[in-house]
């Protein structure tokens, strides 16, 4: 037999612990990028739902509820900035195995770093490498450490 805690918030998280199955599953979950990007949106459309009420109850400052919203926002517009970027990717390696397929040469180094999508993904980036995935199965293919 478990013993309830008496705190609500104890008793918050251990329900929440329960309902997520654990630290260790979660960590294993792969979660698309279109999940997160809902999730995003969902959690701003609450948001916009409840923030007006608690700023004008006084117990969220208007200022901290925009700037809750801001970064949310911004973390919205990174994950769909990412998603383009994937689809670029994936469109390129696309041309480039249909290119090969009637003699032509897949896509050169040279030619993939100069790609709109790479180049903005080295700029925002400075420290990656990029390796020519037309030479690899997997698009984002990552070797273990």
Avoid: C
Avoid at 19 to 48: F, M, P, T
Avoid at 93 to 100: E, I
Avoid at 122 to 143: G, I, R, S, Y
Wanted: glycine share 4%.
């Amino acid at each position: 037999m478990t013993a309830t805690p008496r705190d609500p918030a104890q008793a918050a998280v251990a329900g929440a612990a329960a309902l997520a199955g654990g630290e260790a599953d979660r960590a294993k979950q792969k979660i698309s990028l279109e999940a997160q990007v809902a999730e995003i949106e969902r959690e701003l459309r609450a948001r916009a739902h409840v923030y007006p009420r608690l700023v004008e109850n006084g117990r969220l400052k208007k200022e901290t509820a925009a700037r809750h919203v801001a970064h949310l926002e911004a973390a919205l517009a990174t994950l769909n900035w990412i998603g383009g970027l994937r689809d670029q990717l994936y469109d390129l390696k696309r041309k480039s195995a249909a290119s090969a397929v009637v003699g032509n040469a897949a896509l050169s180094d040279a030619e993939l770093l100069t790609h709109p999508a790479v180049v903005a993904v080295l700029a925002a980036f400075p420290e990656a490498t990029v390796t020519n995935p037309f030479h690899t199965p997997d698009l984002f293919h990552q070797e273990d450490a």
